[in-house]
């Protein structure tokens, strides 16, 4: 009798260690962006925020995005060596990283952001390829675009402290309800 109650309460507790995994596996979608470099004066270099804020217009009949923007502040960014990207744009002076959407066409299954993105106070354009998926009433962007680092430089710093090109990866989160209004 004995035997079969520890049985019982080891099955208990091996259930309830397979129930908790499997529900601490589901993640729930939110604003983000994130950097990875592949070289640099440290390695490995990246960095994640969840404190990107964006913002967005859709077009009221056909549904489509007519504007699209975001900013971070990339004294936010966490992760191995993340100040690299603080460092990069003089944060003290420079704290913020924006985009503001010039035009937006679909192509495909993608939408496609050509717009002007401000790093260390300078301005340069850029394209941001993105997917967009629909959950109920909320609208989830995630896309890509690369950061030409000479782009917002005077003169471009050498590649061994400053790489030519970073990545990013950007998800944003909407609630179509709010964005019709």
């Given amino acids: 009798m004995k035997n079969s109650t520890g049985f019982r309460v080891l099955w208990l507790m091996a259930g309830m260690f397979f129930i908790t995994n499997i529900a601490l596996c589901q993640q729930e979608v939110s604003n983000e962006i994130s950097y990875k470099v592949d070289f640099g004066p440290v390695y490995p270099i990246e960095g994640t925020s969840s404190s990107i804020t964006g913002k967005a217009a859709l077009n009221d009949k ?3 995005f007519e504007q699209l ?3 971070v502040d990339v004294n936010t960014f966490i992760g191995i ?3 690299y990207l603080g460092w990069i744009s003089n944060s003290w002076k420079n704290p913020d990283m924006k985009f503001t959407s010039t035009s937006i066409a679909k192509k495909g299954n993608d939408l496609m952001v050509d717009g002007r993105l ?3 106070r300078r301005t340069s ?3 941001v390829r993105m997917t967009q998926k629909t959950i109920g009433t909320t609208i989830v ?3 890509d675009f690369t950061l030409n680092t000479s782009d917002f430089f005077i ?3 050498h590649r061994d402290l400053v790489p030519t090109w970073i990545p990013f990866k950007v998800t944003l989160v909407f609630d179509s309800v709010k964005l019709k209004e």
Avoid: H, K, W, Y
């Fill in 62 to 64: 056909t549904g489509a």
């Fill in 141 to 143: 962007l995630s896309g």
């Fill in 125 to 127: 354009f850029v394209q």
């Fill in 81 to 83: 060596n993340s100040g």
């Fill in 155 to 157: 003169i471009a710093p």
């Fill in 69 to 71: 923007s975001f900013d």
């Fill in 118 to 120: 401000e790093f260390r």
